[in-house]
């Protein structure tokens, strides 16, 4: 009898996995049929290389695929990737950054964070964060929230602790030179760009502020103690003058009620 259960057991089990590839094949079979419909792609291939060069789909469709489908989707080499880099450099024309900025903006957020070049790429969206041309800074912006979407915490803890130094560098590393210094008298003007540009990338860490508690379970205790530290390092830089505005002043603008950081509390009070 014994061996009679095993062996229904057995083909039970092998009855799942069989249905479970099956539907798993259907899915990938699904998904790759509308990544491949004419309207959502835009390949150019080098001559005489069968290897695609550059896939371009709009970001509803790109945010929803998996990691493991948009590497299929598009190859970039380490060749094409540090050519993107010399591209990106403070140095080059506006036009050849901005160019750099929207191949780069074309490779799977989420494989950024684990490719060999990602230091000096994390610095490269660093400085497009304060680049001074809007199109190169509202992308790398851009970029880099769609990286957090990848929701892990390798990329949350790039994406998140970027923004938070790239923030202390614009109030605490010199701001006043590279202006962006704000005082209560100017307040914040809805058509001043500068004031745009600013809440926009606060809104943004409001924003991972919020939602990174969803995810706190499932990181280690480094990554959580990375992300805390820089939260404090940025929101405890002060002035001397009382009229000059400083990070918790936009944060306290976007979120009064402190939402992100009564998430925090409750998640902190669940794991004590």
């Not at 001043?192 to 809440?199: I, P, Q, W």
Request: hydrophobic share 35%.
């Amino acid at each position: 009898i014994q061996n009679c259960d095993a062996e229904m057991f057995s083909q039970l089990c092998q009855s799942v996995v069989s249905d479970v590839k099956q539907a798993v094949e259907e899915i990938m079979a699904s998904e790759a049929s509308q990544v491949t419909s004419p309207e959502d792609q835009v390949i150019h291939s080098s001559p005489g290389s069968s290897s695609t060069q550059h896939y371009s789909l709009d970001d509803s469709c790109a945010s929803e695929l998996s990691s493991v489908n948009q590497t299929g989707i598009m190859f970039m080499s380490s060749e094409q990737l540090q050519a993107i880099l010399d591209g990106l450099k403070p140095n080059q024309p506006m036009e050849v950054r901005w160019q750099s900025m929207q191949h780069l903006s074309h490779f799977p957020p989420g494989d950024l964070v684990t490719c060999e070049n990602w230091l000096p790429l994390r610095e490269a969206l660093k400085d497009g964060l304060g680049d001074g041309d809007r199109r190169i800074a509202g992308l790398s912006l851009k970029l880099f929230y769609r990286m957090f979407r990848a929701h892990s915490s390798l990329t949350t803890r790039e994406v998140y602790t970027c923004l938070c130094e790239h923030l202390h560098q614009l109030f605490g590393g010199g701001g006043g030179d590279n202006g962006y210094m704000f005082t209560l008298a100017m307040g914040m003007d809805p058509a001043d760009d500068r004031c745009l540009e600013m809440l926009s990338k606060f809104r943004l860490l409001n924003h991972l502020q919020i939602q990174i508690p969803s995810y706190w379970v499932r990181y280690n205790e480094r990554v959580v103690e990375e992300i805390v530290e820089h939260t404090i390092h940025l929101l405890s830089l002060s002035y001397q003058s009382p009229s000059l505005l400083g990070p918790i002043s936009f944060i306290t603008l976007l979120d009064p009620k402190a939402s992100w950081f009564r998430k925090w509390m409750g998640v902190v009070s669940q794991l004590m």
